[in-house]
């Protein structure tokens, strides 16, 4: 089915979200009569992407370029997003029958012990990689005006071939040679510039009074990265007055970050191919975090009401199911002769962003409420008629999929002649 419906790998998404619990304490880990762990729980803490204080699970996606789930897993909350890539790719994708595809994913997984995992299967990846984490030398590269291409006032880019030692799986040294490609966004830039405002101004406050030094625990985790060490002299065992306190903030670790706003660096194993497609390629990655709005919100994925493995792997299954039924469908209607015009969703269509390919069309919401919509009544005894199927979404629907109904009175020996003919491919 999946081959019918247009399944393309020459390019292949993967990231990771988690899903809260709202339970108390986490998920114990199962151990031997040595104290060997022999099993994981699977609600434990982590880093949860909604910022709740919860028991969460890592779910790990990977996705085709036409936006079709490949492949879902669960971990346990607390796994690294770069172990979770690690663990599914040994597992399960290099097992499938794909040919060469390059992967595409954020900072997260930009481990070159996974990056170079997919170079021996003769893979490519085109990732994020974080600048402020890159060395000191890579920064000022970037900084510099040097070599940049302008498009238009607001946008820039630049590249080069640089080769790298790095550490396999087994921590073997190899030598890779990979694009690295830089560019800066004045619209990026400014969205930074206005989601740090007020750590800037609390900073500000913080350095000139001492007063202002009282800042709560959702503070303290925007600013502790600006926090000087210099807090005790460890020779003297000197402690700072008080109103000293504004030497806590180390204003070079600000202004580094200032410099970093509007910056984004990508690394990739494609060294021929043009800038502008990288960067296009990559862009559509964000792609994906929209299918786990889909799933979250449209598929009702959550709350979660299982706890063990199997039950939270099998839930897990069943909303990327669905998620691929609703993503070959919009397929279905894109690739129709239906003009697009008449079904792009109209908040896309006020956006000036572009929208990807797989994107275009019906959305999942307009495509769940047409097929909840398209109902049979019972009119008589042995009598049905289908209702809506000539108005609106269900007609879009029917007509890419070329399903005519006939407006008549059926049998039920009739609809289910009507089930047999359609074809979905």
């Known amino acids: 089915m999946i081959k ?21 304490e986490e998920d114990e880990d199962v151990l031997d009569e040595c104290g060997n762990v022999i099993g994981y729980g699977m609600r434990k803490i982590g880093i949860s992407k909604e910022e709740r204080k919860l028991p969460i699970v890592q779910m790990g996606l990977f996705m085709d370029q036409n936006g079709l ?28 029958d794909l040919s060469r595809f390059i992967l595409i994913g954020d900072r997260g997984i930009c481990v070159y012990s996974n990056l ?3 170079l021996d299967l003769g893979h490519g990846y085109i990732v994020s990689k974080s600048l402020l984490k890159s060395k ?33 799986e087994n921590k073997n040294k190899r030598i890779i040679t990979e694009k690295v490609l830089v560019y800066w966004s004045e619209d990026y830039a400014n969205r930074s510039k206005n989601e740090n405002e007020s750590y800037f101004k609390l900073l500000t406050k913080c350095s000139e009074s001492t007063e202002a030094f009282k800042i709560n625990r959702t ?3 925007g600013i502790k990265r600006f926090l000087s060490k210099d807090i005790l002299n460890s020779d003297t065992g000197e402690l700072f007055n008080s109103n000293e306190l504004n030497a806590l903030i180390d204003l070079k670790k600000v202004e580094d970050f200032k410099r970093n706003f509007g910056y984004y660096q ?13 960067i296009e390629k990559y862009r559509s990655f964000t792609e994906i975090e929209n299918q786990f709005c889909i799933m979250k919100k449209t598929l009702e994925m959550r709350p979660f009401y299982v706890r063990n493995y199997d039950d939270i792997a099998a839930h897990l299954l069943t909303c990327v199911i669905a998620l691929l039924l609703l993503c070959i469908i919009q397929k279905k209607i894109r690739d129709s002769e239906i003009n ?13 962003k572009k929208t990807p390919h797989w994107s275009m069309g019906m959305n999942f919401d307009r495509i769940q409420t047409a097929l909840e919509n398209w109902k049979i009544e019972e009119l008589s005894r042995q009598q049905y008629r289908f209702s809506n199927i000539r108005e609106g979404d269900i007609k879009i629907l029917l007509d890419s ?25």
């Open 4 to 24: 019918k419906a247009g399944r393309i790998t020459e390019v292949v998404y993967y990231d990771t979200t988690n899903f809260y619990f709202e339970i108390d």
């Open 69 to 96: 789930p490949i492949l879902v897993e669960a971990f346990p909350g607390n796994t690294l997003d770069h172990l979770t890539l690690k663990h599914s790719l040994k597992n399960t994708i290099d097992g499938l």
């Open 116 to 118: 170079v995992h997919l």
């Open 136 to 168: 000191a030398a890579e920064r000022e590269w970037t900084y510099a005006e040097d070599g940049y291409t302008y498009i238009g006032d607001g946008f820039k880019y630049k590249s080069r071939i640089v080769e790298r030692e790095v550490l396999d």
């Open 219 to 221: 503070q303290i985790k």
């Open 266 to 278: 990508i690394i990739t194993s494609e060294i021929n191919m043009d800038d502008e497609t990288i």
């Open 340 to 352: 697009a015009s008449n079904i792009t969703d109209k908040r896309k269509a006020k956006t000036k």
């Open 401 to 425: 999929f070329n399903i005519d109904i006939p407006l008549k009175l059926f049998s039920k020996m009739e609809l289910l002649q009507i089930k047999k003919k359609i074809k979905v491919f």
